[in-house]
């Protein structure tokens, strides 16, 4: 069996989209978008397309 963590460091991943090369990943509060480069079949190249998103967990009214 082969593992390997395309992404480090996700912030409640909770889908993921593939397009033009890109992996779409959509977090809690923000979208990003990651792809491998140069093989290693790890994510070299990593941009946040949209941030400070409303959304993350609520419990009793609070959000976190």
């Known amino acids: 069996v082969l593992k390997n963590t395309f992404v480090n ?5 909770q889908g993921l989209c593939f397009h033009g090369g890109w ?6 509060t923000s979208i990003i978008r990651a ?12 941009e946040t397309v949209l941030q400070n998103l409303a959304g993350g967990l609520a419990i009793g009214g609070v959000r976190f």
């Open 23 to 28: 992996m779409y990943i959509s977090e809690s």
């Open 35 to 46: 792809r491998d480069t140069d093989g290693d079949g790890k994510a070299n190249d990593v």
């Open 9 to 13: 460091e996700l912030n409640q991943a």
